[in-house]
């Protein structure tokens, strides 16, 4: 088991490399010069030499690259284009909005979708399955945006049930730290960014637990507990369900990864200022170092959720031999 | 291949997506926006980017549907019925072409690296893994953002991500395949190893790959749509994603619904009929999941 873990993490770290050079020799190839968007052009000769300096465009490639890797694990991130202040820190702060956003709406769709797809799997055919089965599937088919701007029509700008946008209402602060959590303005605002996201997974979880829940009713210890005398609704949530949940949990990893690209839509139409807006905003501007560390930092929790997922995997499904470990 | 073969290959098909119900409307859907998008340029009732004026000789901005525009007007004064055929042509190229592209892709990584195994295996996955580290849309946005806005990147930008998942599924099963006794038996034959990928393999996993490439061309619209709405798309070639940024720069989204919805539906409608179709190859891949 140990062996794996070990294997597993230095795999990520390798994957986490080798984006991060992807992502180098991407911003470096690009047409154009790159040094027009960083100095321009209308400085005179010395002012345009020294900043080319300044910001080690003038060194030969493989230094550039060698500073790029140094700069980013020693968190030097380089500064913004437009508003010349460190990447990491306007980083830092959004970077928690987005988690947060994404915490909350990744409960939700996986909450309600395993219960969905317990109950529907409990009454299969019925008309609660058939229908919940093409609604998902609609609703997986409407792009954020879509589902978004409905929200925002109906509950915000018809019947004004909900903020049309933004973390907090403008002049009122947030309490920083975990209190913000719990602040009545920032889980106002919340509530609509989250159930977009979560309504637009929704179909994932809730048709692998279904399916997962019929295989699992048809063994042999789920006879055994109704021939127990077991009530229905022992057998369905204590019995199969506790292992149905497993492919559930597979999935969630690659499904988090998915989320956090989609991330970048339901931000920009709430207005919310998490890691999404700032990359469109960077990428509309050319502000390539922010859109960079952006785009690293995305990857990376990916990469890190999806190791965290397979590890606790292993622990939570005895059945698997992992090669090295225990049986 | 002779003709009896591709013939056999359609009618199986075409009974697939008959005996089930969500199949045959996706491949109604699919035959209606496919005859649109070719016939565009023919049935369009106004040009594209024309500011129309009405009967009264008046700009003809915002307007609700009406006899005169059935859909509406744009804050422009644009027919958005026109700009919607128009746009569904590109918006079902970029799908196809993407789609088509990317199950090829991923197709032939999931093939090779399932049935040589070892070395080449581990390589393919290791890339399908950085690949998998991605995320979809910021890479998408990056990409556009260095190379300019063109329908050719974005055709680009999303080949490049979307094989990884038909890679993974099928080795997984081209695993599964290849120790079974007819493959043993045609290697024992002395078949050479593209004959038996090709002429044993793929043929049996052939619900798997269409269901993906269904899945594949679901997620280009989707994927495109998404791009385009947050401003990165070819400002020349409209597509339904770019008719809705145009809306919500034009900051009309409170008042203009109709111009809001109508390309909302065709994706919608799109994107549903190819996740149907791919339902209904799902349940031939997996028996089991009809008999439930």
Redesign the interface.
């Known amino acids: 088991m140990q062996e794996f873990i070990i294997r597993r993490t230095i ?1 990520t770290l ?3 490399f ?2 991060a050079t ?2 180098f020799f ?2 470096r190839i ?2 154009g010069d790159p040094t027009a968007q960083v100095i321009s052009p209308a400085l005179d000769e010395a002012s345009q030499a020294r900043l080319k300096e300044a910001f080690g465009l003038d060194k030969p490639l493989y230094i550039q690259y060698a500073l790029y890797l140094k700069g980013l694990v020693t968190l030097e991130w380089g500064r913004s284009f437009t508003t010349s202040k460190p990447v990491f820190d306007i980083l830092k702060y959004r970077f928690w909005n987005t988690v947060f956003l994404m915490g909350a709406a990744m409960s939700f769709t996986l909450i309600l979708g395993t219960a969905l797809g317990m109950i529907m799997a409990w009454k ?1 055919g019925g008309p609660l399955d058939v229908s919940a089965t093409v609604s998902a ?2 609703l ?7 589902t978004g ?2 929200f ?2 109906v509950l915000s ?1 018809k019947l004004d049930l909900f903020p049309t946008g933004g973390m907090n209402t403008p002049g009122e602060r947030l309490p920083t730290g975990i209190a913000m959590l719990f602040n009545k303005d920032f889980l106002h605002h919340l509530v609509l960014p989250a159930i977009t996201t979560a309504f637009y997974y929704l179909a994932t979880p809730m048709l692998i637990m279904r ?1 997962s829940m ?2 699992v009713t048809g063994s042999d210890y789920i006879e055994l507990a109704q021939a127990k005398g077991l009530s229905p609704a022992t057998v369905m949530i204590k019995h199969a369900a506790r292992n149905a949940l497993l492919p559930v949990f597979t999935v969630s990893s ?1 499904l988090i ?2 989320a ?3 991330q ?2 339901v931000e ?1 139409v709430f207005s919310w200022p998490g890691m ?1 807006q700032l ?2 905003e960077a ?2 501007s ?1 502000d390539y170092p922010v ?2 560390a ?2 690293l930092l ?2 990376v929790l ?2 890190v959720l ?1 190791l965290l997922a397979d590890i606790s995997y292993c622990y939570l499904d005895p059945r698997i031999s992992v090669p090295g470990g225990k049986k | 291949m002779k003709f009896s073969i591709i013939k056999d290959f359609l009618v199986a098909q075409y009974k697939i997506i008959r005996g089930n119900r969500f199949g045959m409307f996706g491949a109604v859907i699919l035959l209606f926006f496919g005859t649109i998008a070719l016939l565009a340029p023919y049935i369009a009732p106004h040009e594209l980017w024309e500011s129309l004026r009405d009967s009264g000789g008046k700009l003809a901005i915002l307007r609700q549907p009406s006899l005169e525009f059935p859909l509406g007007t744009t804050a422009m004064g644009r027919d958005i019925l026109s700009q919607l055929i128009l746009a569904t042509r590109t918006t079902v190229l970029i799908g196809l072409t993407s789609g088509l592209v990317s199950i090829l892709i991923g197709a032939n990584i999931g093939l090779l690296a399932g049935y040589y195994g070892g070395k080449l295996d581990e390589v393919f996955m ?1 890339f399908t ?2 690949i ?8 998408l ?8 806005r063109n329908i050719w990147f974005v055709i680009i930008a999303i080949c490049c991500i979307i094989w990884r998942t038909s890679a993974r599924v099928i080795r997984a099963q081209v695993m599964s395949i290849r120790q079974r006794q007819y493959i043993q038996a045609a290697k024992a034959r002395g078949c050479s190893n593209f004959r038996i990928i090709y002429g044993h393999i793929m043929p049996n996993i052939l619900p798997l790959l269409l269901l993906y490439t269904a899945f594949n061309i ?1 997620w280009s619209v ?1 994927a495109e ?2 791009a385009s ?4 798309s070819d400002p020349n070639n409209i597509t339904w ?1 770019g008719m ?1 940024y145009n809306l919500w720069i034009s900051g009309k ?2 008042t203009a ?1 109709w111009w ?1 919805a109508t390309p ?1 539906i065709c ?2 409608l ?3 009929a190819l ?2 179709i791919s ?1 209904a190859y799902e349940e031939v891949a997996n028996p ?2 009809k008999q ?1």
């Open positions: 795999y390798f994957t986490i080798a984006v992807i992502l991407i911003f690009m047409p299969r599937l609609v997986q088919s409407a792009p954020p945006f879509v701007i409905l925002l029509m700008y399916d019929l295989e690659v990864g998915f956090l690209g989609g970048v839509i920009q999404g990359m469109v990428a509309s050319h859109a960079q952006t785009f995305l990857a990916i990469v999806n | 290791r893994d950085i998998y580290g991605m995320p979809f849309l910021p890479f946005i990056v990409l556009i953002s260095l190379f300019g679901a989707l749509a998404g709405f947050l401003g990165f994603g809705l989204i409170r619904w809001f909302s994706i919608i799109l994107v549903s996740v149907f339902r089991r999941l439930r």
